[in-house]
């Protein structure tokens, strides 16, 4: 029997308790999440694609999860991957309308693919990459937002414990 399979794509820019809420509730359902890391040059990531597979690899080493790179159109690497479900978090009602679209164009250029939308834990509904980066910038605490894998890692950014 084959292995049901899913991508769960994003820059990852940390990875945050809020993705990490994501993928453990795709493995509810799948046996294998593989976490896709868009290289999103355009969005200047704080950390950069090497950094940031491995603070997921690290993240999630308990888990049956894999990160790789991506710099394709997501139907692209999920086809090169054999995968036809792309799982993604819903924190709020503005995301829905961006998701949504997101996921019916993915659908337009491969009617393989469907799209799963997810909903994190209530205390996970506002973290956010963005977040976290900001509240770093300004040398506030963020360590309550990240994967407690990952905070030495982080350490020269996080101002506390």
């Known amino acids: 029997m084959s292995k049901k399979r899913a991508i769960y794509s994003g820059t990852f820019d940390p990875i945050t308790n809020g993705h990490m809420d ?35 690899n690290k993240a999630t080493k308990d888990l049956n999860v894999t990160a790789k790179p991506f710099n394709t159109l997501l139907v692209d690497f999920a086809k090169q991957e054999g995968v ?20 019916y164009a993915n659908n337009s250029l491969d009617k393989e693919i469907d799209t799963m939308y997810l909903m994190p834990s209530l205390e996970n509904a506002f973290v956010s990459s963005s977040v976290v980066r900001e509240i770093l910038k300004f040398n506030g ?12 890692d982080l350490k020269e950014y996080l101002k506390c414990t």
Do not use: W
């Open 141 to 152: 605490c963020a360590s309550h937002l990240v994967p407690q894998e990952i905070l030495d």
């Open 84 to 103: 036809n479900t792309i799982v993604r978090g819903l924190r709020a009602v503005s995301d829905f309308e961006y998701e949504l679209q997101m996921g």
């Open 22 to 56: 994501i993928i453990k509730r795709a493995l509810n359902v799948f046996d294998e999440v593989i976490v896709a890391v868009a290289a999103s040059t355009s969005k200047k990531p704080m950390f950069d694609m090497d950094t940031r597979v491995n603070l997921i």
